[in-house]
């Protein structure tokens, strides 16, 4: 008989690796995506439908159909979809003027960190102390009424209580604030 996990870890079955896939295997991956999300939704309309019912979308009927919103519909839809396209238009002539115009350049730089004595001398702080803080586990600092830092004071850390066993024989132990917790 095996021993447990002595077999080769299996593959999974989804393979999550879409950087591995061509284009044309991404755009069709996408479109039935899209589609059978699509369908999804189709199926979920007799539901909506009754929803709408229950809940008074009569409304919705007299305008849409009866008075021929449809046609005003796709009227605006139009002009909306006129309108996102000469916005997607001028960010995707944007982005290509900015690739061809930096292409082979990295003109991007991190920023230098801040040392120390530096970050004491913005918040108005000694520099020495500001090392024994950093290098503290707990800190209360108390602000003044403008965000400034009035007095900072190390807090020790709270000692670890031992487990206690109680009378049924499972082990309870008190965390900080008094509360017992079973183990």
Do not use: C
Not at 122 to 133: F, S, Y
Request: proline share 6%.
């Amino acid at each position: 008989m095996e021993k447990p996990g002595s077999r080769t870890a299996a593959r999974p079955l989804i393979i999550d690796r879409p950087d591995l896939q061509s284009t044309p295997q991404r755009v069709v991956s996408t479109g039935l995506t899209a589609f059978f999300w699509a369908v999804w939704a189709y199926l979920w309309l007799p539901v909506f439908a009754l929803l709408g019912w229950i809940f008074g979308a009569s409304r919705f009927y007299e305008e849409m159909v009866l008075e021929h919103g449809g046609t005003a519909l796709l009227d605006v839809l139009g002009w909306y979809a006129l309108a996102i396209g000469l916005l997607a238009g001028s960010l995707v002539s944007w982005a290509l003027y900015n690739f061809i115009r930096f292409r082979g350049r990295e003109r991007r730089s991190s920023r230098r960190a801040a040392t120390l004595d530096e970050v004491a001398a913005l918040a108005g702080l000694e520099p020495d102390a500001l090392r024994h803080w950093q290098q503290a586990r707990m800190l209360r600092v108390r602000h003044d009424e403008s965000g400034r830092i009035e007095s900072v004071e190390i807090v020790p850390l709270p000692k670890a209580v031992p487990p206690t066993p109680d009378a049924a024989g499972t082990a309870r132990r008190e965390n900080s604030a008094g509360i017992l917790a079973a183990r």
